[in-house]
């Protein structure tokens, strides 16, 4: 009898001999399975791999206990004439759908609904067929599984495991629409940043080429539009990114504050709050993308033909008037340390993207983690405040840099930084940060009072 039942648990049943049944039959056949395949036309399929059989739907139901439906969702109807081989079996619904919302109900409920006495698990649907295919070996280990039955998911988890995944119980049935939104799911972390960061830099680039180059062009008569291409994109670049790094550090200290004016940090933050704090990580990584991009600029101006002309004629002009440059130690010490922290800023930066990877971030305790990412964090953010104020140097005060009234870009990028730097400093001083200490480990404004009120009555 055991040798029977082993044997039984040895067979599984696919439906369907498209891509992903015949991908998901060669796994189960790799793992040792016998594997026979359900399909209308049994004769006549082709590509199937070695050693399975394939017979017609009602067959193979009645050959195994578990039987994957890898047949797309408006095809189900099939199984409804088959109900009567199918109950009690477990059905693995693998299917997925094209957009989110496509059906009033989820693929898995939808199936349990065509056959009530089956037991329905939802699984394997964020798996392709071509990961499939080339084993578990990378990231792609993971399988999502719910039903209602603990039976019939402890036999389709053992499955997953036989065939080299970690499958992971998400609950019962009602989850499969979470399950089937998986695929369908487009960078969601990614959609705020992305759209922050494409709004900053038209904004800017449109900014720059009207104050400059337009400016130029109308008020001189100079056509100095080539400096879109380089010295407009590395005035770009640093702008977006020091903001977007002030941004990534802005919700924080404004949580903080917030927590510190309720008085307790039991209440939920507003929702646009609690949206932008999920996305800090992608937030400083577009930063970081910028911020490279503004290194690459700034590293090929000597080569750039328009410097080196500019160069090479100033020299000439010199040696034709025989004049001498007198050298300007404080102009030495400005422009050095200008480069140097905006080297150090981009070194931290670098540094802060690559704890946010999740292999290392997963490595660092709790504390390591929040040293780096706020401690550091801030200090990047410093640097590089200090590294966009030196750039601006003197010339802060110098009206004719105000094309048409308009302050240069560098001016408007550091707003946010500064307010976010001075916010931190409040937040650090000793007195407001053993206020927000005592809220973190749970105290609430108004809790003594109210203690000490309800002690008296009960005195009383
Ligand atoms: P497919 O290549 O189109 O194959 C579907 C199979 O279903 C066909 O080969 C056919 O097999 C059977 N079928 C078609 N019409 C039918 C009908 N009217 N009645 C009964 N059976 C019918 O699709 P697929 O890519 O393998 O996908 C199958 C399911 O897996 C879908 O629900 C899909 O969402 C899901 N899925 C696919 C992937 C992937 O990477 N392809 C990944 C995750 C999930 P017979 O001719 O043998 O009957």
């Given at each position: 009898?055991?040798?029977?039942?082993?044997?039984?648990?040895?067979?599984?049943?696919?439906?369907?001999?498209?891509?992903?049944?015949?991908?998901?039959?060669?796994?189960?056949?790799?793992?040792?399975?016998?594997?026979?395949?359900?399909?209308?036309?049994?004769?006549?399929?082709?590509?199937?791999?070695?050693?399975?059989?394939?017979?017609?739907?009602?067959?193979?139901?009645?050959?195994?206990?578990?039987?994957?439906?890898?047949?797309?969702?408006?095809?189900?109807?099939?199984?409804?004439?088959?109900?009567?081989?199918?109950?009690?079996?477990?059905?693995?619904?693998?299917?997925?759908?094209?957009?989110?919302?496509?059906?009033?109900?989820?693929?898995?409920?939808?199936?349990q609904s065509l056959v009530p006495e089956a037991e329905v698990v939802k699984g394997f649907n964020t798996l392709s067929a071509w990961a499939l295919q080339n084993g578990p070996s990378d990231a792609n280990r993971q399988v999502y599984i719910c039903g209602d039955r603990a039976e019939?998911?402890?036999?389709?988890?053992?499955?997953?495991?036989?065939?080299?995944?970690?499958?992971?119980?998400?609950?019962?049935?009602?989850?499969?629409?979470?399950?089937?939104?998986?695929?369908?799911?487009?960078?969601?972390?990614?959609?705020l940043p992305m759209r922050i960061a494409v709004g900053l830099t038209a904004f800017f680039f449109f900014y720059l080429l009207i104050r400059e180059i337009l400016y130029a062009y109308i008020t001189q008569g100079k056509d100095i539009s080539f400096r879109i291409m380089v010295s407009l994109a590395n005035r770009v670049c640093p702008i977006v990114s020091l903001i977007m790094l002030a941004l990534c550090y802005l919700p924080g200290v404004l949580a903080s504050f917030l927590q510190l004016y309720r008085g307790t940090k039991y209440r939920r933050f507003p929702d646009w709050l609690d949206r932008w704090m999920l996305c800090r990580k992608q937030l400083g990584l577009l930063a970081l993308g910028f911020a490279c991009l503004h290194v690459l600029y700034t590293l090929i101006i000597p080569i750039r033909y328009y410097v080196r002309f500019w160069a090479t004629e100033r020299t000439v002009t010199q040696i034709r008037q025989n004049g001498t440059n007198e050298f300007i130690t404080s102009r030495a010490w400005h422009s050095d340390s200008y480069l140097s922290f905006g080297i150090l800023g981009f070194g931290l930066y670098v540094l802060l993207g690559i704890t946010s990877l999740p292999s290392v971030s997963n490595a660092l305790s709790w504390r390591e983690f929040s040293f780096v990412q706020s401690k550091l964090g801030h200090l990047t953010l410093l640097l590089c405040t200090i590294h966009t104020y030196l750039y601006g140097g003197k010339r802060f005060l110098s009206a004719s840099l105000?094309?048409?009234?308009?302050?240069?870009?560098?001016?408007?990028?550091?707003?946010?930084?500064?307010?976010?730097?001075?916010?931190?400093?409040?937040?650090?001083?000793?007195?407001?940060?053993?206020?927000?200490?005592?809220?973190?480990?749970?105290?609430?404004?108004?809790?003594?009072?109210?203690?000490?009120?309800?002690n008296k009555t009960l005195v009383l």
């Amino acid at each position: 009898h055991t040798h029977s039942h082993t044997l039984c648990e040895k067979r599984v049943c696919v439906f369907g001999t498209g891509d992903m049944g015949r991908s998901l039959g060669l796994r189960l056949l790799q793992a040792g399975y016998s594997v026979m395949f359900g399909s209308r036309r049994p004769q006549s399929c082709n590509f199937l791999p070695n050693g399975a059989q394939v017979l017609s739907h009602a067959e193979a139901a009645q050959a195994a206990h578990l039987i994957f439906i890898a047949v797309q969702r408006e095809h189900y109807d099939f199984l409804v004439p088959l109900a009567y081989h199918l109950k009690g079996k477990v059905l693995v619904d693998l299917s997925n759908n094209l957009k989110k919302n496509q059906y009033p109900e989820a693929n898995a409920e939808y199936l349990q609904s065509l056959v009530p006495e089956a037991e329905v698990v939802k699984g394997f649907n964020t798996l392709s067929a071509w990961a499939l295919q080339n084993g578990p070996s990378d990231a792609n280990r993971q399988v999502y599984i719910c039903g209602d039955r603990a039976e019939a998911k402890q036999v389709v988890l053992a499955v997953a495991t036989k065939l080299g995944f970690s499958a992971l119980d998400r609950g019962s049935l009602s989850a499969s629409r979470e399950l089937e939104d998986f695929p369908l799911q487009l960078f969601p972390l990614w959609r705020l940043p992305m759209r922050i960061a494409v709004g900053l830099t038209a904004f800017f680039f449109f900014y720059l080429l009207i104050r400059e180059i337009l400016y130029a062009y109308i008020t001189q008569g100079k056509d100095i539009s080539f400096r879109i291409m380089v010295s407009l994109a590395n005035r770009v670049c640093p702008i977006v990114s020091l903001i977007m790094l002030a941004l990534c550090y802005l919700p924080g200290v404004l949580a903080s504050f917030l927590q510190l004016y309720r008085g307790t940090k039991y209440r939920r933050f507003p929702d646009w709050l609690d949206r932008w704090m999920l996305c800090r990580k992608q937030l400083g990584l577009l930063a970081l993308g910028f911020a490279c991009l503004h290194v690459l600029y700034t590293l090929i101006i000597p080569i750039r033909y328009y410097v080196r002309f500019w160069a090479t004629e100033r020299t000439v002009t010199q040696i034709r008037q025989n004049g001498t440059n007198e050298f300007i130690t404080s102009r030495a010490w400005h422009s050095d340390s200008y480069l140097s922290f905006g080297i150090l800023g981009f070194g931290l930066y670098v540094l802060l993207g690559i704890t946010s990877l999740p292999s290392v971030s997963n490595a660092l305790s709790w504390r390591e983690f929040s040293f780096v990412q706020s401690k550091l964090g801030h200090l990047t953010l410093l640097l590089c405040t200090i590294h966009t104020y030196l750039y601006g140097g003197k010339r802060f005060l110098s009206a004719s840099l105000y094309n048409w009234y308009t302050p240069p870009g560098y001016m408007l990028c550091l707003v946010l930084p500064s307010v976010v730097l001075l916010l931190k400093l409040l937040l650090v001083t000793p007195c407001v940060d053993r206020n927000i200490t005592r809220i973190r480990q749970g105290w609430e404004k108004g809790a003594d009072q109210r203690n000490s009120k309800n002690n008296k009555t009960l005195v009383l």
